[in-house]
C-alpha cells in the first residue's frame, strides 16, 4: 500500500482526486488523498509546503495549472516541473512527483466536448465552440491562446451561470471515465502513469 499526497490548487482539483482520481489509484495500490493550497500557487509556498507533505506520506504529487502559478517567470511547463522536484532535497526526490497541467485543469472538459456540453445543457453552437477551440491549438491541453480565452474563461463565456467550476469539472471527468481524458490529453495520462506505477498493476 502506497500512500500518496497530492497538493492540489483548489477545490475543483480536490474534488476531482476525491470522486475520480483515487478511486482509480485504489486498484493500484495506490491510496490519494488531496491536500488543497486554496489557491495562491508559487514556488515559495510549494517549498514551504513540501517538507510536512513528504513527511506524512509514502509519496507526493502535485496538480497544479500553469496558467495560474505564480513566479514561473519564462519557465516552460516542463522547466517549471524540474524547478519544482529542485525544491526538494536530493535524497528526497525519489518520493516526489510534481506535476503542472498544461493550460489549466479545464482543459481536460476539452477532451470530451460532447459530454461537456451535455452536461452543461448546452445547445449545438457551444459544442461548435469547444471543438473550434481544440482544432485551433491542436490538442486539448494547449487550449490556452489568451488570458481571456483561457478553458475556464472559454468556459465561462459560453456557458455563464450555468458552468459551476467545482462542480463541473470533476462531474464531467467522472462521467467520462479517465480511459477518454487520457487518450486526448498524453501529459495527464503519462502524469497518472506513474501515479500507477507507485504501487502495481491492478
Given at each position: 500500500?502506497?500512500r500518496?499526497?497530492i ?10 482526486i476525491?470522486?475520480v ?11 490519494a ?11 515559495d509556498?510549494?517549498?514551504?509546503a ?8 509514502d ?6 495549472d500553469y496558467?495560474?502559478f505564480?513566479?514561473?517567470e519564462?519557465?516552460?511547463?516542463d522547466?517549471?516541473q524540474?524547478?519544482?522536484l ?5 535524497a ?9 497541467q498544461?493550460h ?5 472538459l ?6 461537456t ?12 465552440a469547444?471543438?473550434?477551440?481544440v482544432?485551433?491549438?491542436?490538442s486539448p ?19 455563464g451561470?450555468?458552468y ?5 469539472g470533476?462531474?464531467v ?18 502524469w ?6 507507485l504501487?502495481g498493476?491492478?
Amino acid at each position: 500500500m502506497i500512500r500518496l499526497g497530492i497538493s492540489v490548487e483548489g477545490a475543483t482539483e480536490r474534488e476531482f482526486i476525491l470522486q475520480v482520481l483515487a478511486p482509480h489509484l485504489a486498484r493500484y495500490g495506490v491510496f490519494a488523498s488531496p491536500v488543497d493550497m486554496r489557491g495562491n500557487v508559487s514556488r515559495d509556498r510549494i517549498r514551504g509546503a513540501l517538507p510536512h507533505l513528504i513527511a506524512s506520506f509514502d509519496h507526493v504529487s502535485t496538480l497544479y495549472d500553469y496558467y495560474r502559478f505564480k513566479q514561473r517567470e519564462t519557465l516552460s511547463v516542463d522547466a517549471l516541473q524540474t524547478a519544482m522536484l529542485e525544491l526538494v532535497a536530493p535524497a528526497q526526490r525519489r518520493h516526489f512527483t510534481p506535476y503542472i497541467q498544461l493550460h489549466e485543469f479545464e482543459a481536460l472538459l476539452f477532451a470530451v466536448p460532447e459530454l461537456t456540453v451535455q452536461t452543461l445543457g448546452g445547445t449545438e453552437r457551444q459544442l461548435h465552440a469547444l471543438r473550434a477551440a481544440v482544432d485551433a491549438c491542436g490538442s486539448p491541453e494547449a487550449v490556452n491562446d489568451r488570458p481571456e480565452t483561457s478553458p475556464s474563461h472559454r468556459l465561462l463565456a459560453l456557458f455563464g451561470r450555468d458552468y459551476e467550476k467545482p462542480f463541473h469539472g470533476p462531474e464531467v471527468l467522472r462521467i467520462a471515465g479517465l480511459p477518454a481524458i487520457r487518450a486526448r490529453c498524453p501529459r495527464f495520462d503519462a502524469w497518472v502513469t506513474r501515479l500507477e506505477n507507485l504501487g502495481g498493476r491492478a
